[in-house]
Nanobody
Framework: VQLLESGGGLVQSGESLKLSCSAS????????MNWYRQAPGKERELVAA????????VYGDSVKGRFTISRDNTKNMLYLQMNNLQVEDTAVYYC????????????WGEGSQVTVSS
């Protein structure tokens, strides 16, 4: 299983970025696909979650109204559109897959750095 994030970078406050996660080696449609982030000195937190097949999306309180999670089940791709980025959004963003095939499974990508300057 491989989850490969891309699209991170350095932006100024108020600007936008779109993260992508390419997934392979798993049943993408049946997997809940999520974005987490971890800032220096802080615990990893859930940013946005997409249930299997994308029926339901959930967002962390700090990003509601600014971030949008989406997925393309035909391409095994997960996205995170981030608008009106703020300095406090600076973190490493991780793609996460979670599901069950007889047993529970969970996979993580390597992460993509997002840095927002004031």
């Amino acid at each position: 299983v491989q989850l490969l994030e891309s699209g991170g970078g350095l932006v100024q406050s108020g600007e936008s970025l779109k993260l992508s996660c390419s997934a392979s080696g798993l049943n993408f449609v049946k997997s809940a696909m999520n974005w987490y982030r971890q800032a220096p000195g802080k615990e990893r937190e859930l940013v946005a979650a997409s249930s299997d097949a994308g029926a339901t999306n959930v967002y962390g309180d700090s990003v509601k109204g600014r971030f949008t999670i989406s997925r393309d089940n035909t391409k095994n791709m997960l996205y995170l559109q981030m608008n009106n980025l703020q300095v406090e959004d600076t973190a490493v963003y991780y793609c996460n897959a979670f599901g069950e095939v007889g047993i529970l499974y969970e996979y993580w990508g390597e992460g993509s750095q997002v840095t927002v300057s004031s």
